[in-house]
């Protein structure tokens, strides 16, 4: 095993997606689709050990690259299996758990209805725009490490932003938790197998312009898994990029700064996130590119990558 995942970065991906498969073969009674996930997650592990040995004799860069390109595809493939996963293991849902949570931080009032005071249709138009280049974010700092990083850096940059996106996918495992978005009076947008809980009284729905329904409703319905908010995963990635595209350019890190903001600001105005998974997801983006890349720096002397 240490000659074809001789990465810290393969050995995540070994650990995450040999999780997957276990935890498939435990759901399998109650998961239908079970054995074509199986085949993806053994898949993915064994398209990962071709690409190091192929690599192996090429340069670090080259391998490098290979790594990046390999966690673009199977990190989004995953989310799905992940929310599939969830609805098998377990019918938990801490919505109200976080619905109290909040209102305990803010001394018994409801920050998200309280957001609604400042709702205007151009105002939750930009909300929306903001929120959805989230989806970008993550692609943009990775083209960012190929152009512009070291290996030392890549290898390092990609081990933490992974880390950020399969520490939120455990998080979803042990906390499920379904959005403000669906527990409210208007409910939610399409039905999605979660029973919504009379938990939020609000005047309106956010209209806006035109825009930004299209952009909530193709949302909704591409985000198959709905009990994913705790951690905030959008919020995690999002000050994650900050900080590897700030540590890459000037330029990049102010206009990531911008983004990661409006990441954060409108997860909330939009009521896709409680203000507790907001919270765990700064925390969560600060920690791997911080802890994780102090820690991995120092070994990576161990695993000659140069």
């Known amino acids: 095993m240490h000659r074809l995942f001789p990465w810290p970065i393969d050995r995540l991906h070994l650990a995450f997606f040999g999780l997957q498969a276990l935890l498939t073969i435990v759901a399998r009674p109650s998961f239908p689709g079970w054995l074509p996930w199986l085949a993806f997650d053994l898949g993915v592990i064994g398209v990962l050990a071709g690409f190091n040995a192929w690599s192996a004799r090429r340069s670090p860069r080259v391998g490098a690259g290979l790594r990046l390109l390999h966690g673009m595809v199977a990190v989004p493939l995953v989310f799905t299996q992940v929310g599939l996963l969830i609805g098998a293991l377990s019918d938990r849902d801490y919505a109200s758990a976080l619905w109290e949570a909040d209102r305990w931080l803010f001394a018994g009032h409801n920050p998200l209805e309280a957001l609604e005071s400042i709702a205007t249709p151009w105002l939750t138009e930009l909300m929306q725009l903001a929120y959805t280049a989230y989806v970008g974010m993550a692609p943009a700092v990775i083209i960012l490490m190929l152009k512009r990083g070291s290996v030392p850096f890549i290898a390092r940059s990609l081990f933490g932003l992974l880390s950020v996106f399969f ?133 990576e002397h161990r695993w000659s990558i140069t």
């Open 167 to 299: 520490l939120s996918y455990v998080g979803y495992y042990l906390w499920p938790t379904s959005g403000p978005n669906i527990h409210n009076n208007f409910g939610p947008l399409l039905p999605c197998g979660v029973d919504p809980l009379p938990l939020y009284h609000f005047e309106t729905n956010l209209p806006g312009y035109g825009l930004a329904e299209e952009l909530r409703l193709w949302m909704f319905q591409v985000e198959l898994t709905k009990r994913d908010c705790f951690p905030s995963g959008h919020v995690a990635v999002a000050v994650a990029t900050w900080i590897y595209a700030r540590r890459l350019s000037r330029p990049a890190g102010f206009i990531f700064a911008i983004l990661a903001l409006g990441v954060v600001s409108s997860t909330m105005y939009l009521r896709y996130h409680y203000v507790w998974d907001v919270i765990a997801g700064i925390g969560l983006g600060v920690f791997c590119p911080t802890v994780l890349d102090a820690w991995h720096r120092r070994r």
